[in-house]
C-alpha cells in the first residue's frame, strides 16, 4: 500500500491524479444539476482524436481514468526496477506518453462500439421557428425587406429575414423596430418567414380547473 501511494504522490501519476480530481468534481457537478455532460461539445472538436460521436465529457473522463491506472500502474514498475537518475526520469517520461496513448486508443475502440447509444442530434432548421414570436430589428416591414430577432430552443438568438405582404383590402398594422411579430409561414424559395403582428392579449390561456 505504501507502495502504490507513494507511486501516486511522484510524476506522471501525480499529474494524471490531478486530472482525475478535476474530472471527479466535474461529474459531482453533473450530479448536483450545476452543469451538463455536453458543456465542452461547442468548444473541443472530439471528432479530430477520433472519439467523436459522443460527448468529449464522457471520452475525456474515461481517457482520464485509464491514463491515471496506467501511469500508476507504470510508475509501480519503474519504482521496482531500482534504475535510478537520469534513465529513471526517462522512464518516468515514457510512462506518461505510454499512458496517454494507451488511453487514447482504448477511448477511440469503446466510443466505435458505444457510440450509436448516443445519437446525433438533428441540424436546427428554419421550421423550427415557424410559430414562434419574434422582434422586429429594422425600421419598418415590407413586402421585400425586414429582419427580425428570434430565439431558438436551446435560448440562443438569431436574425431571420421576415417579409409582411401588404394587404389587399388595404394598409394593415405597420410593424416597426421593437414591435413582436409571428413568423407563420417559411418562404424556402426566398428564404423568409412571412410575418404578422402579434398581441400577447390575444394569446391562448389555460382556462382553470373546475373545483370538484
Request: hydrophobic residues 50%.
Amino acid at each position: 500500500m505504501t507502495e502504490i501511494l507513494s507511486a501516486a504522490l511522484t510524476f506522471p501519476a501525480v499529474v494524471l491524479g490531478a486530472a482525475l480530481v478535476v474530472v471527479v468534481c466535474f461529474w459531482l457537478l453533473v450530479l448536483v444539476g450545476a452543469t451538463g455532460t455536453d458543456s465542452f461539445d461547442s468548444d473541443l472538436d472530439a471528432d479530430a482524436a477520433g472519439v467523436g460521436g459522443v460527448p468529449v465529457a464522457v471520452s475525456a473522463s474515461l481517457a482520464v481514468v485509464i491514463a491515471w491506472f496506467t501511469g500508476l500502474t507504470g510508475s509501480v514498475l519503474v519504482q521496482r526496477s531500482g534504475v535510478t537518475g537520469t534513465a529513471r526520469s526517462l522512464l518516468h517520461v515514457a510512462v506518461l506518453a505510454g499512458a496517454l496513448l494507451l488511453a487514447w486508443g482504448v477511448v477511440r475502440m469503446l466510443v466505435r462500439h458505444f457510440r450509436r447509444y448516443f445519437p446525433a442530434e438533428p441540424p436546427p432548421s428554419r421550421q423550427d421557428f415557424l410559430g414562434q414570436v419574434c422582434t422586429i430589428r429594422t425600421g419598418s416591414v415590407g413586402a421585400d425587406f425586414g429582419q427580425a430577432e428570434v430565439s431558438a430552443a436551446d435560448g440562443s438568438t438569431t436574425i431571420v429575414q421576415v417579409r409582411q405582404p401588404v394587404p389587399s383590402s388595404g394598409p394593415g398594422e405597420v410593424l416597426a423596430a421593437g414591435s413582436t411579430g409571428l413568423l407563420h409561414a417559411y418562404d424556402a424559395e426566398g428564404e423568409f418567414f412571412r410575418v404578422s403582428a402579434y398581441d400577447a392579449a390575444l394569446a391562448p390561456r389555460t382556462l382553470p380547473r373546475k373545483a370538484g
